[in-house]
C-alpha cells in the first residue's frame, strides 16, 4: 500500500509533509533531505527506553544511508521524561556532541518523547530544526502534528513550552505492531474525538471503519492518521497560538477526562480512556445545554465502544470532581468550560454553572451505581 502524503501549511510558518505509511522509517534519511534539511549536516535522534531496541536501528540506517552524521541519546519511557531535568540533560548532550546551530533533532517515539525533543530542539541555541517520527497513534493523530512542544513542572502538565512547527513527520505505521493495546485505545479515542469536532464526513467513516481501526488494518489505521491530520491541520492553521479560540475545540472530552485522571491518580486510567469517559459525558451534558441530539449521543458510545474504549467502571463524588475542574490550568478564573456538540461537527464552547455542571456530575455517577 503507498503511503499518503499530507502538506501541512500554516500561516507564518513553512509548510511541511507528513507522511504516513508501513516504510516511512526506512525512507527518513531521503524524506528529510527532500524537506530541506540538507546531509551532510549532523542528526540528533532523540528516544525512549522502548522504542530504541525496536527501530532507533532502522533510523540511524536510514539517517546515515542518506549523508547524516547521526548520535542519538535515549530518555526513559514514560510522561516522568518530560521535565526540565531531563530538558537539560538533553542540551548538555548537545553541546558535548558539539552540535551547532546547523543540527536537526529527530523525536523517534510517542507523544513525550516528540513533546521533549520538540522543545529541546526548538531552545537550542534558540532553535534548531525538528523533525518528528512518532510511533504512537496518539503521536501521529495528534501531537507530531501542529507545533506545541513542552515539558512539565511540580505544577502541573504542559506549564513550560513552546509553538515550533517540524520540518517533516514521518509516521511509520509499521512500528504501531508492537503498540501494547492500552496505548492503542488511547489514540483510537483521539481519533474518535477529532471525528467528532471535524463533522459527518469524518464520523461516519469512522463509525463505518472503527472494527478495522480496533484491529489495526492497515488501510483503515492510515485513513484515519490521515483525516486527523487535516483536520488538526485545519485547527492550527486557524489558531496557531491558541489565541482565537479555535484551537479549543481540541478539548472535547478533556474537562471531565482531566478531572478523572487526576482524582482516579495519574496512570490509573489511560489519557485516552479518560479522555473517552468525558466524551460521553460532554454529549450528555450537551443534550441539557444545546440540545445535543440522542442519536448522536448513542453513536458516539456505539463507536467508543467498538474503538476499545468501554464506558469506565468509576465515579467520585460531584463536588470533587467540579473541583478538580476548577483546578485545571483549562480553567479561567475558576469557571469551568466544556466543548459540546450541538451536532456532529457543530461545536461550542460554554462555560457551565456549578449547580448544572453538579446535577449533570451527580447523574452520570447514578447511571453507574
Ligand atoms: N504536543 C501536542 O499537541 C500534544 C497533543 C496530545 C498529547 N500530547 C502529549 O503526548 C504525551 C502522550 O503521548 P503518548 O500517548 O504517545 O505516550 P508515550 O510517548 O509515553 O508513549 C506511550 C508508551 O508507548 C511506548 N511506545 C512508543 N512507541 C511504541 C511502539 N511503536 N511500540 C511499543 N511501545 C511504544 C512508549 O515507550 C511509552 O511507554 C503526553 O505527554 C501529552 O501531553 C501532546
Known sequence: ????????????????????GAAVLGDLGADLARAGVAPPRRVLVVTDGNVEPLYLGAATESLTAAGFAVDSVTVPAGEGSKSLAVAGE?????????LGRDCAVVAL????????????????????????????????????????????LEAGKNLVGTFNQPAYVGACTST?????????????????KSA??????????????????????????????????????GVVAADKTESHGVRECLNYGHTLGHAIESL???????????????????????????????ELVAAQDELLDALGCPALPWRA?????????????????????????????DWVVTPVEEPVLLEALADWGDAWA
Open 109 to 152: 517515539g510517542g507523544g513525550v518523547v516528540g513533546d521533549l525533543a520538540g522543545f529541546v530542539g526548538s531552545t537550542y541555541m534558540r532553535g534548531v530544526t525538528v523533525a518528528q517520527a512518532p510511533t504512537t497513534l496518539l503521536a501521529m493523530v495528534d501531537s507530531s502534528v501542529g507545533g506545541k512542544t513542552g515539558v512539565n
Open 196 to 233: 467528532a469536532i471535524d463533522g459527518d464526513d469524518f464520523f461516519f467513516w469512522l463509525a463505518d471503519h472503527s472494527v478495522a481501526l480496533a484491529a489495526r488494518d492497515e488501510a483503515a489505521t492510515q485513513e484515519a492518521i490521515a483525516r486527523c491530520v487535516v483536520f488538526k491541520a
Open 1 to 20: 500500500m503507498p503511503a499518503t502524503r499530507v502538506n501541512v501549511s500554516i500561516p507564518g510558518e513553512a509548510p511541511y509533509d507528513v507522511r504516513i
Open 176 to 192: 504501531l505492531a508492537t503498540l501494547p493495546e492500552r496505548e492503542w485505545a488511547c489514540g483510537c479515542a483521539e481519533v474518535a
Open 317 to 345: 463524588p460531584a463536588p470533587a470532581l467540579l473541583e478538580a475542574m476548577r483546578r485545571d490550568k483549562k480553567a479561567r478564573g475558576g469557571e469551568v468550560r466544556f466543548v459540546l456538540l450541538r451536532d456532529v461537527g
Open 90 to 98: 538533553l542540551w548538555e548532550a548537545m553541546a558535548q556532541l558539539g
Open 264 to 294: 482516579a491518580g495519574y496512570g490509573t486510567f489511560s489519557h485516552g480512556a479518560a479522555v473517552a469517559e468525558g466524551m460521553r459525558f460532554a454529549a450528555r451534558l450537551g443534550q441539557r445545554l444545546v440540545g445535543t441530539p440522542e
